[in-house]
């Protein structure tokens, strides 16, 4: 059964000991963000902190930060469920027969529990507050000592196309200015940003409607990290995730639609051609992010429950609660990258990496350059094309193991014939790039070499043990109690 809403999960992760409520005060300013660091690099629980300092909002915090949690969060025994769904789906086909049509009605009767759908109101409207409101009554983190100031890390922001009208969610941080304003840190590769330089371009407004949810469902949470294709209603892949539909209200004072179960809204505008200096950030590539200008976004209403719970996370040196976020991802988008490059039998993105720094590849390798294919292919889907370092091997090593990956490809590469290095787009965070935005990537083939590829001297195979001595000293082991 799907969750309803944000306290819903609380009360899941208490019920599975995955969460401590802190009864006394802490500080949103640094002190929050040391606990949570702290609990998640030794794998303790999600923190509910009942007394945040400064605001009467408890502030969730970790709430994805493990393997379990995510598990949790997506009501699954492993997020390999939810990868299997999508191929299930992604291999239906029209059926033949009466029989045949019979059996998938009800596979196309759930495909149709998807979709949004639109309420009248919500828990989100308890409380409208048009006049008196200030964005400091909420209990925004300071994350880190040189962060530009306070920082929403957990928005879901929606914003329309202005050319085909369809809803986007994205998750953009918000850095607190004053009472009313934010930064809107969209970069320049998010369909956000692609919706304010589209109505810029059109010059037919002055302002862009935007909405901002705070809390909601994990599974509608999670929707907004997802890297989907344009126009995909990251609500309908929320409805997927949750197996019920994501009930949407419709905003006070702007044309736009949010999670009725949300736990707080900002809606507002962004004021078109309207930049201002944002940063720096402690970001989730363990750096701080440098300032720099963004769009400034303007709270004209806040609506919320009558007691809200703030959910937020933080970022910083790996591991962090979005390390486990982007594992998920990893596995649950395994099966589309297969839709296009059938030949990957696994993946992997380590902490280390970062998600765009790395990404290590198990292919069945059947022609030659084929290593080489794959890694260009991956760079040209998505947001996969920010991966700056991309390492193939053969399809029988372990690419969830990174040790195993190092010693078979360091043993497997000529560095001048097997490593090659091409120019494109750079993750807008990437603070070693030679420009914003732009600069290099590496591809390793690892892969055992063929003939076919101009290498003519024999390859070693790896050093085994027989079974049958195997099996011998496993009695031996035990005799010798060892």
């Known amino acids: 059964m799907a969750y309803n809403d944000l306290r ?9 000991g995955e969460l401590k409520r802190i009864p006394f005060e802490v500080d949103p ?53 939810v990868a299997q769904r999508i191929s299930d789906y992604l291999q239906m086909q029209m059926p033949q027969g009466l029989i045949g049509k019979i059996k998938m009605l009800p596979k196309l009767a759930e495909m149709g529990s998807f979709f949004p759908r ?54 953009y941080r918000l850095q607190v200015y004053d009472h009313r304003t934010t930064g809107m840190h969209w970069q320049t590769h998010k ?28 599974a509608t949470m999670y929707s907004a990290i997802l890297p989907l294709p344009p126009d995909l209603d990251e609500m309908m892949i929320a409805g997927f995730l949750r197996g019920k539909p994501v009930e949407m209200t419709r905003c006070e004072t702007c044309d736009l639609e949010v999670p009725a179960n949300a736990e707080i809204v900002l809606e507002g505008y962004v004021q ?92 069945r390798k059947s022609y030659p350059g084929h290593a080489r294919k794959v890694m260009h292919a991956i760079w040209g889907l998505g947001q996969a094309m920010f991966s700056k370092c991309i390492v193939v091997v053969d399809e029988d090593v372990n690419v969830q193991d990174a040790r195993e990956v190092a010693w078979k490809a360091l043993n497997n590469i000529d560095p001048e014939r097997d490593i090659e290095f091409v120019h ?39 050093i085994r043990m027989t079974d049958e001595v195997k099996q011998r000293v496993d009695r031996l082991w035990k005799k010798a109690a060892l």
């Not at 690099?41 to 009942?50: D, I, R, T």
């Not at 990957?344 to 790395?358: C, K, T, Y």
């Not at 993750?427 to 390793?444: E, F, Q, T």
């Open 29 to 81: 300013v640094l002190e929050i963000t040391e606990f949570a660091d702290r609990a998640v690099k030794s794998g303790g629980p999600a923190l509910l902190f009942e007394k945040p300092t400064g605001s009467k909002i408890p502030v969730l915090i970790n709430s994805f930060a493990s393997k379990r949690r995510m598990e949790l969060a997506l009501e699954v025994d492993s997020v390999e469920e």
């Open 8 to 16: 819903d999960y609380i009360r899941a992760l208490e019920r599975h």
């Open 424 to 462: 494109g787009p750079i993750d807008s965070l990437d603070h070693a790039s030679r420009l914003p935005n732009y600069g290099s990537k590496m591809g390793v083939d690892a892969t055992r070499k063929w003939p076919q590829e101009g290498f003519t001297r024999p390859w070693p195979g790896v």
């Open 272 to 363: 078109l051609g309207e930049l201002r200096t944002e940063g720096p950030f402690g970001d989730h590539t363990g750096f701080y992010s440098l300032e720099d200008d963004y769009p400034v976004f303007h709270v004209t209403c806040i609506t919320r429950r009558k007691h809200p719970v703030y959910a937020t996370t933080i970022v910083g040196p790996p591991p962090m609660e979005d390390y486990y976020m982007g594992q998920a991802i990893e596995r649950i988008f395994l099966p589309l990258m297969r839709l296009q490059l059938p030949e990957v039998r696994d993946i992997s993105m380590p902490a280390e990496g970062i998600f765009h720094n790395l990404i290590l590849v198990a292919i």
């Open 191 to 218: 369909q956000g940003a692609e919706h304010y330089r589209r109505m810029i371009a059109e010059g037919k407004n002055t302002r862009m409607d935007v909405a901002v949810a705070i809390g909601s469902d994990p």
């Open 118 to 171: 639109a309420v009248s109101s919500g828990p989100c409207k308890e409380v409208v507050l048009r006049k008196d409101f200030s964005l400091f009554e909420l209990p925004v983190l300071h994350c880190w000592p040189q962060d530009g100031g306070r920082f929403i890390t957990l928005p879901l922001v929606f914003s329309r196309n202005p050319d085909t009208g369809k809803r986007n969610c994205g998750m």
